[in-house]
Each structure stands twice: as structure tokens, then as C-alpha cells.
């Protein structure tokens, strides 16, 4: 295997040392080594070795340094170690037939490297997108053989950007690039799943060897995508935010099934997916993104709605099985009626969960309060749960609808030859936007302060708690401070607009004006319309009421953490957070305390990785583990980037790049440059001179937010985060989606 590998490499152009082999029926001639000059490496090549069924790694010799005078001793070793005790322990064991066992040598022009190392083309561990390069000093015998210290660099090919492990960075950043470059280019000829060898030497990188990694199971791929969820739930979740989401998807998409077939027998054939429509990795959030196209593919016209979905959810990597769902003619006929069914009495349906949301949400403020025993906080719970569950699903085909009328209104608008520009004025003028009406409010009461009394501004500030007090940056994540867990947050943020009085009064009438409509409307376009404006409405509003039930849960398992810091189980109230509900509903199974430490130290390893958009995992997800992680960021030395444009206007400022929401930023008058953003970002892009986003399509948060409070926006620009630095002077021109860096800020 290593010889034909080695020939391979040498045929196709790659850097290998100059080699020989002695194969195996001249193994008793003497080789001439007159021509041999400098050093070598003996190294074996068995027919069986570093195969599917067999390794026998480690077990044959190898010499390095080897002399031309010792080469024939040495190649004659290599030969003899086919009876190392440990190659016959092997032999027994795997059922072969010494006999069977048959050797090349190989004698290799030796490499006196400065760094020497192996690359794997997938992480063995099962994670197929990531690169892992393992390096030290000297020799890769000394690697082998853990004599000197090492140094793992971990590449993610989707996101090109890695991090290290290790006390020494030996590569620098060109060289893990090449060596990823390198590696993408062998398996061209030799395979997808390489363990390959390398020497550098004068910044020369050389290939030593090549073979497969034989650990490695591709039949059941799990697939994790964080393209749309990422704007719920940015960077890292703790364990009960995480528990709660897997819990919430996947029962509400188990009963959006059972709504559109009617037909438990067919959903509980495809339980696996509706139980897995998110998972976690290093406490990070994700779709399971094959799961979801399993649901679509239930749906009637699947083929078209799927890049709709694509297109809507922001999705870059539209691959996916195509294999359809075998399902009964009398069923598919079935399942498109209800679709039809649902999608027609979908406005109707949703005014029912709208009005249902409010008595629910009237019934727990009336009845939880910080006294209840955990015993009543978990009956209020499981009530609340089986209420929402009951009826919740319908927001999905209001999703449905919704991308389904906005994707028509776009394709017909660009059929009426309206440009990019005027389309997403058009439909930021029939959005009535719900997720504005709590800016709205907070910049009236802002504003309003100075003439109101003392007793008429706490009326509406009580009221804007109530109402509002759940929404804010990260809101959808359990552990975020929102205005309703503490209200100093609100004061600040008042503040903060009553410091530039003339710009808040700029803000409040634009936020109060009319909107013109930019497009002339014919029947079938105000039909259209009519549809796309109730869908996005109603999407608002449930996401919106979204934000609510998250605030009540938030609030109940406050309060069970209060009754169990009383208890000693915990050290303080936020410790709830690291568990999940299950250890927290069955407590008294768990030490609570010991989970919680445990749970903090791996975070503090989590919120050190870099974040990823996409993970590709054989058989099943899994966290990482590190005992220290150094973070690489990626930096690309390009001035000039492109995305989509989704709230017009051509601006120039100073760039501020916000990675952390939780951080102080001032961010009057500046251009944000995010990863993505939540609902709760209105409070920060009222601010903002305009926002450039890695994440997003034109019915994201970034998009419908800033085209309503006109700041310039354009997302899916890949990469904004690294390539534009804070205080860089920039030019977004959100008409066309261009942006250029005119001047970089001092690093």
C-alpha cells in the first residue's frame, strides 16, 4: 500500500523524497549501494498492511538515518521483523497465514526536517469536515513514538479557519494552509480519507507517505448546519437553553408532521427525525439539517419548496439526498389535502393561536409568583407546556406560507424587471412589523420622559415590562439577562437614546411615519402581496410571543434555582443554567453542584472554539475536548467584499465588529459587523449608522429590522467578521451588495 501510494504521488507530480523498493522476491540479493549518497529511511510496505480489514500499525520496523553502508543490513531487518512477536500475536489473532504475509521495503531519500507531522484529511475521531495536523520538532519518528512535544492544528474546511493545541505554534499560517491545500489535492488521487506523512524543510514541504484511515464509517453521515438558528441562539448555549430547544423542536415538529398526514403510523416511522431536528456540538446550537429535509420532503411540490427554504433560512450548501420518501399513493394523496387544507386556513388558525397565546400568557402571570414550591412550579410548567404544544405547530406552516408568497412576490417583481432596491423597499412597506413595536414603545418612552409625570412614566415603563420585558439581545437563550430579570438593563438602554436628543427625535417620527408603496400594483402582485404581508405579520408576532414563553420558562426555572439555593443543592441561582431539565425535574438523583462544576469547566473550553456554520459527523455528534485551546483567527488580506443587499442606502463610517452581545459597545453613528443577529438587536441597530452581517436572507431579523428603522444592511457576506476590523473606515453600498475597506483602523 505505501509503495503503490508513494508511486502514485511520484507519478502525479507531488514532493516525495527520491525512493527505491526492494520487493519481496529479491529480498535475499545485496543491493549495490555505491550510488547511494547521504542518509535514508527503511521503511516496510506489506500487501496487508494499512488496509480495511488489517493494519499493523507500529508492528513492522522502520530505521531512519540509515547509512548506504547499513542499508542492506537494514532493508534485511525490515524484511525479518515480518516475525516480530507482536506481528505473529497479530497474525494469530486476525486468522492469517504467516505465508500470506508478503513485504516490499522501501529505502527513501532521508529528510533532515526542521518540523515533521501527519495530516489527517478528516478528523479520525468521526468529524469529516475538519483537517487535523499534528507537528513537532525533528523527526516524525519522534511524533510516533510521543519523544517530543506536539503540537494539533485543527483545520474546519467549511469555514476555513482552525485553531491549535499546544504549547508551541510551529506553523505559521501560510504553512497550515498549504498543508490543508496539499492534502485536498492528494486525496484527488488517492481517496478521501487520508493518514499522511510530511517533513518541512526550508519551508519545503515534502510527502513521506500516504495511506488510508481505515477507522472511519461513512454510512451514516449526521450533517449540522447553523445556518438561521444561529440567529436565535449565537456562540455558545448552556446545557438547560440546549435541552429545552431539543425538547421544544422536536415536539413541535412531531405534531406539524402528524397535522399535514394525519397518519401516527408514518410519523413514528420517521420518529428518528423528528426527534433529532437540532442537536448540539460544544455547546453550540445547530439544525440536523438532514432531518429537515426529511419533513420537507413530506410536503407536496417538496422539489420546489426546497430551495425556497434554502433561500429563506439563508442555507449556502444546497446539497442534499434527493432520494424521495416512499410513501402510499392514498397518503401522498392525503397529505397534499391537508397541506392545502393548512395552508388555506392558515390566517384563521393563527388569530386562533394569537388569541389562545394571550390567555395562556394572562394565566401564568396571574398565577406564578417567587413563593411557589418547586413541586408547584413544575405542575405550572408541564400545564403551560401542554397548552403551547397543543396548538404551537401552526406557526411552521405560517413559516411555510410565508416563504412561499415572499419567495413568489420576489420572483415576480424580478420578473416585472423591478431591481433589487426597489423590491426590498416594496416589501419592507407591506411588512407590519411586530418585532418593531417594542422599539417603538422603548423609544417613546424614551422620548415622552420629560413631559410625563412621575406616576404617568411608571405606568408606562410597568407596562412596557409586561408587555415587553422578555425581549432583548439573545433573548431566545435561558441564561440571557433580560429587561424583565433586571430592569437596570431598560434604564440604561433609555439612557443611552436620551443622550442625543435630536437624533431620538428623528427616530421617533420615522418610526411613525406612513410608508409610500414603491411599486405599481397589479391584481395578481396585490394578491400576492396580500398574502406575503399576513404570513411575515403573523411570523412577527409569533416570534414575538416566542420570546414571551421563553420568558416564563426562564422565570419558572429561576425560581425552582431560588428554592433549591435555600436547599444547599446549588451555590447560586444562575448554576441552573449548566443543567438540563431533566436533572433539574429529577434533582434528586443528581449532586447538582458537582454537575454544575464539571459543566463550567468544559464551557470555559467551548466558548474558546472557534464557531463553526458547518459540522459533518459519521454516525453521531460529539463535543470536543481540550485541555487548552489557541484560537487562530482567520484573516484574509482583501479590501473589497460582496453580500446580499436587504435594506437599501450607500453609506461610509467606522467599522465596529461585535462579538460579544454582552459586551459594552458604543455604537452611535457606527457601522456593526456581526455574524448574525436577533430580534433583540433593534436595540442596538436604532443606533447604528448601518450593519453588515456573516448570516441572513431577506426575511432574517437583520433585514426586516433595519429596513424598517432605515439603516443600510446586507448579509451573507462571508467572512465580515475577520476581514473587517474595528475601526476600519468602510463604504457599504447596500444597493448592490458591494463593500470596501477604504482604510484599515490601527490593530
Excluded at 434604564?491 to 411615519?513: A, F, G, Q
Aim: proline share 2%; hydrophobic share 35%.
Amino acid at each position: 500500500m505505501k509503495r503503490k501510494n508513494l508511486e502514485i504521488l511520484r507519478e502525479n507530480g507531488f514532493n516525495v523524497p527520491k525512493f527505491d523498493v526492494v520487493e519481496w522476491n529479491n529480498k535475499d540479493n545485496k543491493i549495490d549501494t555505491s550510488k547511494y549518497k547521504g542518509k535514508y529511511a527503511i521503511r516496510s510496505s506489506s500487501y496487508l498492511e494499512d488496509g480495511e480489514l488489517n493494519s499493523f500499525a507500529g508492528q513492522f520496523d522502520t530505521y531512519l538515518n540509515v547509512s548506504p553502508r547499513n542499508i542492506n543490513k537494514k532493508v534485511q531487518d525490515c524484511f525479518n521483523s515480518i516475525n516480530n512477536k507482536s506481528v505473529l500475536d497479530y497474525l494469530k489473532k486476525k486468522k492469517i497465514k504467516v505465508n500470506d504475509l508478503k513485504m516490499d521495503v522501501i529505502i527513501q531519500e532521508m529528510i533532515n526536517a526542521k518540523y515533521s507531522g501527519v495530516i489527517f484529511t478528516s478528523n479520525p475521531q468521526g468529524l469529516l469536515n475538519e483537517t487535523v495536523i499534528v507537528v513537532g520538532k525533528g523527526l516524525g519518528n519522534n511524533i510516533v513514538e510521543d519523544k517530543i512535544l506536539t503540537t494539533t492544528y485543527y483545520y474546519n474546511r467549511t469555514d476555513k479557519v482552525y485553531y491549535y493545541e499546544g504549547l508551541i505554534d510551529y506553523l505559521a499560517k501560510d504553512i497550515v494552509e498549504k498543508l490543508v491545500v496539499l492534502s485536498e489535492q492528494i486525496k484527488e488521487v488517492l481517496g478521501e480519507y487520508l493518514d499522511i506523512e510530511f517533513a518541512i524543510k526550508n519551508n519545503e514541504i515534502y510527502i513521506l507517505q500516504a495511506r488510508p484511515i481505515t477507522t472511519i464509517d461513512t454510512n451514516n453521515l449526521v450533517i449540522l448546519d447553523n445556518s438561521n438558528i444561529v440567529e436565535s441562539y449565537p456562540g455558545v448555549s448552556l446545557p438547560l437553553t440546549i435541552s429545552f430547544v431539543h425538547f421544544v423542536y422536536s415536539n413541535v415538529f412531531k405534531k406539524e408532521a402528524y397535522r399535514l398526514t394525519k397518519n401516527k403510523k408514518l410519523v413514528e416511522a420517521n420518529n428518528n427525525s423528528f426527534n433529532n431536528m437540532v442537536a448540539s456540538s460544544s455547546g453550540r446550537l445547530y439544525y440536523k439539517i438532514s432531518s429537515w429535509y426529511t419533513l420537507i420532503k413530506f410536503l407536496p411540490f417538496s422539489k420546489i419548496i426546497i430551495p425556497i427554504w434554502q433561500d429563506m433560512l439563508g442555507v449556502k450548501n444546497k446539497t442534499y439526498d434527493e432520494t424521495s420518501i416512499k410513501i402510499p399513493i392514498t397518503t401522498k394523496i392525503k397529505i397534499y389535502y391537508n397541506t392545502f387544507k393548512e395552508l388555506k386556513n392558515v390566517t384563521k388558525n393563527m388569530d386562533k393561536l394569537n388569541n389562545k397565546f394571550i390567555e395562556i400568557n394572562d394565566y401564568f402571570y396571574a398565577h406564578f409568583n417567587n413563593n411557589l414550591s418547586n413541586k408547584e412550579i413544575i405542575k405550572l410548567y408541564n400545564l403551560i407546556k401542554d397548552e403551547l404544544l397543543s396548538c404551537w405547530d401552526i406557526t411552521l406552516v405560517n413559516d411555510l406560507y410565508s416563504f412561499i408568497f415572499t419567495g413568489l412576490l420576489k420572483k415576480r417583481l424580478n420578473k416585472k424587471k423591478y431591481n433589487e432596491e426597489k423590491i426590498n423597499d416594496y416589501i419592507s412597506g407591506i411588512t407590519n412589523i411586530e418585532s418593531l413595536k417594542p422599539i417603538k414603545s422603548l423609544i417613546e418612552l424614551a422620548y415622552r420622559k420629560d413631559e410625563l409625570t412621575k406616576a404617568e412614566y411608571k405606568l408606562l415603563y410597568d407596562n412596557y415590562i409586561f408587555k415587553y420585558g422578555d425581549r432583548n439581545l439573545e433573548e431566545l437563550k435561558l441564561e440571557s439577562e433580560t429587561f424583565r430579570t433586571n430592569h437596570k438593563l431598560l434604564d440604561k438602554k433609555i439612557s443611552e437614546y436620551r443622550k442625543d436628543k435630536k437624533k431620538l427625535e428623528v427616530i421617533y417620527n420615522d418610526l411613525n411615519k406612513e410608508k409610500e408603496i414603491v411599486i405599481k400594483e397589479d391584481f395578481i402582485t396585490r394578491f400576492i402581496t396580500k398574502r406575503a404581508m399576513q404570513g411575515i405579520k403573523n411570523r412577527e408576532i409569533s416570534r414575538l410571543n416566542r420570546s414571551r414563553i421563553y420568558g416564563m420558562v426562564r422565570s419558572m426555572f429561576l425560581g425552582i434555582s431560588k428554592n433549591l439555593v435555600k436547599e444547599k443543592r446549588l451555590r447560586k441561582k444562575e448554576d441552573v443554567f449548566y443543567l438540563t431539565i431533566e436533572e433539574i425535574f429529577n434533582n434528586k438523583k443528581y449532586n447538582l453542584k458537582e454537575l454544575v462544576s464539571t459543566r463550567k469547566k468544559d464551557y470555559k473550553m467551548y466558548y474558546a472554539l472557534p464557531s463553526y456554520s458547518r459540522l459533518i459527523f459519521t454516525n453521531k455528534e460529539f463535543d470536543k475536548r481540550h485541555k487548552k485551546i489557541n484560537k487562530v483567527v482567520k484573516e484574509e488580506e482583501k479590501d473589497i467584499l460582496e453580500g446580499i443587499p436587504t435594506s437599501n442606502g450607500k453609506i461610509k463610517g467606522e467599522a465596529l465588529v461585535i462579538e460579544d452581545v454582552n459586551e459594552t459597545y458604543d455604537v452611535k453613528d457606527k457601522i456593526l459587523i456581526t455574524k448574525m443577529t436577533d430580534p433583540g438587536w433593534v436595540f442596538l441597530l436604532i443606533s447604528a449608522k448601518g450593519v453588515i452581517a456573516e448570516k441572513g436572507s431577506i426575511l432574517s431579523h437583520t433585514a426586516i429590522i433595519s429596513r424598517e428603522i432605515k439603516i443600510p444592511s446586507i448579509v451573507g457576506v462571508e467572512d465580515a467578521t475577520t476581514i473587517i476590523h474595528t475601526g476600519d473606515y468602510i463604504e457599504m453600498d447596500a444597493h448592490t451588495g458591494k463593500i470596501k475597506i477604504l482604510k484599515r483602523g490601527k490593530k
